[in-house]
């Protein structure tokens, strides 16, 4: 009995200080841009200071560069949801063509599909400057777009829901009526497919938003910059880590407080969307695989 | 069907194809054979990039394999808010993703302010910013930045398929003597091996593609750290600071060719994915 209670207090330990570090940055940010950058050093870390600093933060960090940083929250949006509405429209009626028709090719789009859904993004995305490059496209917000649009796991959400759960008599049922397939697709199978339509809506739109090396490729004015590569330039012109920008770092007025804002508000949608859909999110880690 | 086709083909197809050409040909398109290949190995930066790499890998591969499974066993059996709470805590930072980790940790990793100033002064002997990201460091601490945004997800992954364990099966070995441990080693461990393969393979092929992490702490280094830390940042050196962009590409497919082999591996060998009815 006395072992299983020692038994019980380790573990609950060890989880206790796991999450301490999972938890502790994220409050950390949560209360940084609430101190004076001077108070971020003196006072404790966890403590909190005011209000009015956070304004005065959010003062210098919407007067740098002449309001770069809306732009850069509008780019991001921007490119997001533009290229998810495309993965959308492209991605729900391929899933359910490789799901329900038969046609010559079938098993290798259905093949290609699964193999680029699990490479590395990463992998991609010098090839794909090289090939944007060739065509001339670098430096256009379409360089990111279409790329983000491409999103074979959501191809592959849409198909396993189709093959899985949309009983093949529905479909029939349907074409006796009279529909014709493209009929049978958007009046039988597409209001069925809601719930994949969220799932890939989030799933797209987060991996959009965080996205950093593609943009940080294809993009050259900072006019165009998402807010992940938003964030690095910040950075850059920041004396807090980077002592090369030093008496620069006094006129804009860009410091530890405002660079943790610049983070937070960076995060807030994807946050929003993680605490709304961790459960259908953590299905997307196991790349919709075999019921568990 | 029709929109997606093209999208595939030329974001999915084609780029790797168009790389492939590159790393084989001269900046005038002619067939060189490897030499793109053994012109990049042989720069003095492609060693050490990829030693980097590996290293971080496996440093970060490790910490996945222990951590993961240690913690997925031991949320597993716990009352189900309890480890729902855990659970949620530790999925948190993937929300933080991409450049805005690496923000949070340089915050973490600097003394001055860092809630963990005494980790930083007794395990790195760090007092200063520049002493946390010392050359020595750096593969671990990118390690810890990908452990901390995605571990959390693999330990929902690995506890979920902790729970599609029957329950009898787990009384019958209790019935039979064996203890909370044995049960983990000997009946829970064995049914987690799939998913255990799968999450090593992924990561290792995401590892090896490291660019935004040493790219934004390069930036913040004040030129302590080489900005062709990693494969991909010499890759993409290559292309934009000396315009070699068939050099570039051999690296790029060097990579890609982890990825494929990754991908390849997960899709024919672990059952996890359906590709036919």
Same mark, same amino acid.
């Given at each position: 009995m006395r072992l299983r209670v020692v038994g019980l207090g380790v573990r609950l330990t060890v989880l206790a200080m796991f999450a301490v570090f999972f938890i502790a940055p994220v409050v950390w940010l949560v209360l940084?841009? $609430?101190? =004076?950058d001077k108070a971020l050093i $003196?006072? =404790?870390?966890f403590s909190f200071g005011d209000f009015h600093h956070v304004a005065l933060a959010w003062k210098h960090l919407d007067a740098f560069s002449s309001h770069i940083f809306r732009r850069w929250i509008g780019n991001t949006l921007f490119y997001a949801v533009s290229a998810t509405a495309i993965t959308l429209v492209a991605g729900v009626p391929a899933g359910y063509g490789l799901a329900i028709g038969r046609f010559p090719g079938r098993k290798l789009v259905l093949s290609l599909t699964l193999v680029v859904m699990i490479v590395p993004g990463a992998a991609l995305v010098l090839p794909i400057f090289l090939e944007l490059n060739a065509v001339h496209l670098?430096?256009?917000?379409l360089s990111v777009i279409l790329p983000f649009a491409f999103f074979p796991f959501g191809v592959y959400l849409a198909y396993l829901y189709y093959a899985t759960a949309l009983p093949p008599s529905l479909l029939d049922a349907a074409r006796v009526d009279g529909c014709g397939e493209l009929q049978t697709f958007l009046r039988v199978a597409l209001p069925l497919a809601k719930p994949i339509v969220a799932l890939v809506f989030f799933f797209s739109f987060v991996a959009d938003w965080n996205n950093f090396f593609l943009p940080y490729v294809v993009l050259?004015?900072?006019?165009?910059?998402?807010i992940t590569v938003g964030l690095w330039d910040l950075l850059s012109s920041t004396?807090?880590?980077?002592?090369?920008v030093g008496g620069g770092g006094q006129s804009v007025k860009i410091f530890k407080p405002e660079l943790a804002l610049a983070t937070l508000i960076a995060v807030v949608p994807v946050a929003i969307v993680f605490l709304f859909s961790q459960r259908a999110l953590v299905r997307g880690l196991v790349g919709g695989a075999v019921k568990e | 069907m029709l929109p997606y086709l093209p999208l595939l083909i030329v974001f999915g197809v084609a780029p790797s194809i168009y790389a492939l050409d590159l790393a084989f040909t001269n900046v005038g398109g002619g067939w060189v054979g490897f030499h793109n290949f053994v012109r990049t190995y042989n720069d003095f930066r492609f060693l050490s990039a990829f030693r980097h790499v590996l290293v971080y890998t496996c440093v970060w591969l490790g910490a996945l394999i222990v951590f993961v499974v240690g913690l997925a066993l031991l949320l597993h059996g716990r009352a189900n808010r309890v480890s729902a709470t855990f659970r949620f805590l530790f999925y948190?930072?993937?929300?933080?993703?991409?450049s805005a980790a690496v923000l949070v940790w340089l915050f973490m990793l600097d003394?001055?302010?860092?809630?963990?100033s005494f980790l930083l002064h007794h395990?790195?002997?760090?007092?200063i910013f520049a002493q946390s990201i010392a050359p020595g460091n750096l593969p671990f601490i990118f390690a810890m930045i990908a452990f901390w945004t995605g571990a959390g997800g693999w330990i929902v992954v690995m506890y979920g398929a902790l729970n599609t364990i029957p329950h009898d099966l787990e009384e019958a070995a209790r019935i039979d003597g064996a203890g909370p441990i044995t049960i983990a080693l000997r009946l829970k461990l064995p049914l987690m091996r799939k998913w255990i393969a799968y999450m090593v393979i992924l990561s290792f092929a995401t590892g090896t593609?490291?660019?935004?992490e040493p790219q934004i702490v390069q930036t913040a280094s004040f030129g302590l750290?080489?900005?062709?830390?990693s494969a991909n940042q010499l890759a993409y050196q290559l292309a934009f600071?000396?315009?070699d962009f068939n050099g570039a590409a051999a690296i790029a497919v060097d990579l890609l060719m982890i990825g494929l082999v990754g991908a390849v591996l997960i899709v024919t060998r672990s059952g996890l994915f359906r590709t036919d009815d």
């Open positions: 940084a841009p $609430t101190k =004076s $003196t006072s =404790s870390p670098i430096g256009s917000s050259a004015d900072s006019n165009q910059y998402p004396p807090s880590f980077n002592p090369a | 948190m930072p993937g929300a933080l993703a991409g003394p001055s302010v860092s809630p963990g395990v790195l002997g760090a007092d593609q490291l660019f935004v750290v080489p900005d062709t830390w600071r000396y315009a």
